[in-house]
Every structure is written in structure tokens, then in C-alpha cells.
């Protein structure tokens, strides 16, 4: 079954946040470059994070997966894929590990992808490799997946890449770079999108005692031939996922409290905490926890800038959708280029509720509705951040609604199900 009816709920209560993704990609990733035994607890098990997982085993890590929250890497020796390198519906897996299979031994590597993971841009990222003395391709010469890459080393050198499509081109450039035979540079062309991205990569790479220069956001020199040391590492809350359940307060008017949260370490969504307050919803940090209490929004207008976070527009969205005043997401284009068009999806959609939406090329203005009347079927485009925004919306709709969709949760959130039920979210599967 792949359609879930929710009926009309008030989200309140106690969860703990599902670990990060982005955190548990990039640990993964970094352990199976580093030489020695490195300990992840707390992964995030996901349909991503698992494409990350067997990716490094194809790249010869060995994996001790010790008990379901805990997981042993031992990496440093990597080997030549024998198929090919499948990351199913994972951006993060298919760009970090198109510039990993540089670092294999000499052969060919061919990375892939489903239906939708071949539609997303690689071009950007295979012509920085060439600059670093990759041979790479499309296969089909279009600029996406399949990807072939020739292995055998990265040279290093310079490269220079645009930023404005997708800050993973970037991290995957200064992982695999610690590796490179000579001195690298990567210069950055305009403003780069999601750059607390950028951040948690840096922020990991540090910690596996990697080096990385940096001018801000606009030039990355990297040592050559770098050794790096295994570390022992708890992957924190993930803000990207806690934000549909911490939006479920906005959106029905109730008290949510999520534990597991680390503000310490670079995630782009904890910006969500402030957008919150924005739609006069009351924030408590305390410790390691956050307590959100909805109440009714004002009237005025209100401008979001999602250039940093793309993946909270779902979820700004929906809570725009059901507040009585004008909203506007802008500089969010690449959110064009995820799972779905995120922009023209979430307009669909919301559109179906009696939403009046704007579309414009980065963004889209919202006039919501203090009342939603629901009793539609509203369809998550294989997104997985789409039905999660859509699932809580139609907690707070009069008649409730069908998400159609369920089958891509488990790319990012594998329990939100078993969460919206500690939530006293009253939903059955169709």
C-alpha cells in the first residue's frame, strides 16, 4: 500500500529526532577513506544512508554493524567496484562517490541511480574532476546519471565550479581531494547554495584530522596526500526531519517536544527554529531538547530566504498554506532539482487545498487560509520531504486527506509513522 489517509489530529507530544542524513552520509563516507577503525553511533538506517553504507563496502570497507545503533568502518584500502554502484535515491551517495571512484585503484567505475536520481545535474561536478585530471562521463552524454569514471588517483591542481546548483558537488570535491597527488585548489563561481552544508563537511573532515583552507565560501585549498586518523563519532539529531514534526505544532495549534537535538554542529535547517518563531510559534532550547508551542499567527507578511536550506520549503510551504496572510519563499532554485521540482510539486498541491500559490523561477508567494477544508488526495511527486509536509498539513485540515506517496519515507525517516502515532496522529494505510 502506498496511500495513507490522515485524519483530522491535534500533533502533540514527546519524540526524540531521527539522527541526521546528512551527517550519517558524510561519516560513512570519510571513514572508508581513512585508514583504520572508525565507530559511528547512532546512524541514521535509511533507504539513503543504506545506498552510502553498501557503497563503501563495494569500495572495500569492511562494516561491523555491532548492534542496530552502533556501526564499526574499517577503511583506508580501497578496491575496485565489481557492479555497479547503485545509490538508488540518494543525491549525497552518487556525487560523494563519483569523486571517490577517482581514488580506486586503475579501472572503470559506473555509478547509477533510480529514475529519478538520473534526472538530477552531475555536469557541474564531472567537468570540476576533469579540471583535477578525472576521466569521466555521462554515459549518455547528457550531463546525468549513469556516470562512468576512470579510477587510478586524482591529480589535483585547480578546479573551479559553480555554486548555485548543489553544495554536494562541492563537498564531494574536498573529501576526495584529502586524497589528490598534488595541492588543490577549488574555486567557487558566484554565491554557492546550502552552505552549512559545506560547513558539516569541513566541520567532519576536521575532526578526522583532514586539513581544509578556506577563503569563506569562495576558494578551498586542500593539502595533497593526506593520512587522516579513524574516530569514534555520534551522529546528532537531524533538524531536517525533526522540522516536520516541530511545523505540526504551528500547524495545529498544539505543544511538540524534541529531544536528540545538537546545536552545536553546522546543520542548514536549524534555521527552521527561527522561522518558526516567525509564524509566532513559542521556541524552548533547553539542553538538548526543544519544546515549540503553535498558537495563532498574526496577519502580517512574511519573506523567507531558503538559499541555505532548500529542503525546509516543503515544510515552510504548508505552514504558509494555512496562515491568513501573504508568504513568500524566494532564492530557493535548486530545490528544482531534488527528488522533484520541489517549487512547481508543492504548488500542485497545495493548489488541490484552495491555496492561492504564485510560481516564480526561484520560489512562489503563498496567501493561506485559516481554515483548509481537506476530503482531497494529495500526491507527494517521490518525495520523500513532500509527503512528510503534506502528512502533518493534513493533520490540520477539517476532513483530513490521502497522501499518496508512503513508500518514499524511508529514504530519510523510517520511523515518522511510529513518531506521528506517539503524536496522537490518527491515520490508517489505504
Known sequence: MDRLYIAPSVISGKVNAPPSKSYTHR???????????????????????????????????????EKENCILISGGKLCLPDDVVNAENSGTTL???????????????????????????????????????????????NGYAPIIVKSGGLKGGEAIIRGDISSQFISALLIASTKAKEYTKIMIEGEPVSKRYIDATIEMLGRYSYRIEREGYSLFEVSPSQEGRPISFKVPGDFSSASFILAGACLTRSRVEV???????????????????????????????????????????????LRDSPDLLPIVAVM????????????VKHARFKESDRISS???????????VEVFEDGMKIKGREELEGNIELDAHN???????????????????IINGLRWVGVSYPNFLKDLEKLNVSFKEI
Open 320 to 331: 504558509a498554506a494555512k496562515t491568513p496572510s501573504l508568504t513568500v519563499i524566494k532564492n
Open 259 to 305: 529531544r536528540n537535538i545538537d546545536l552545536n554542529l553546522p546543520q542548514a535547517d536549524s534555521v527552521i527554529l527561527d522561522i518558526l518563531r516567525e509564524f509566532d510559534v513559542k521556541v524552548i532550547v533547553q539542553n538538548d531538547k526543544i519544546v515549540v508551542e503553535g498558537s495563532e499567527p498574526s496577519t502580517c507578511n512574511r519573506v523567507f530566504s
Open 383 to 401: 518525495d520523500h520531504r513532500l509527503f512528510m509536509a503534506f502528512t502533518v498539513l493534513a493533520a490540520s485540515t477539517k476532513k483530513g486527506c
Open 27 to 65: 561519516v560513512y563516507a570519510i571513514s572508508l577513506i581513512t585508514s583504520g577503525d572508525s565507530t559511528i553511533k547512532n546512524p541514521l538506517i535509511s533507504s539513503d544512508t543504506q545506498a552510502t553504507l553498501r557503497a563503501c563496502k563495494q569500495f572495500g570497507a569492511e562494516i561491523i554493524e
Open 346 to 356: 508543492v504548488a500542485v498541491e497545495l493548489m488541490k487545498l484552495g491555496v492561492d
Open 95 to 141: 556525487r560523494l562517490f563519483t569523486a571517490i571512484s577517482s581514488l580506486a585503484p586503475p579501472g572503470y567505475v559506473i555509478l547509477s541511480g533510480d529514475e529519478s536520481l538520473r534526472r538530477r545535474p552531475m555536469q557541474p561536478l564531472l567537468d570540476a574532476l576533469r579540471m583535477l585530471g578525472v576521466e569521466c562521463w555521462s554515459s549518455r552524454g
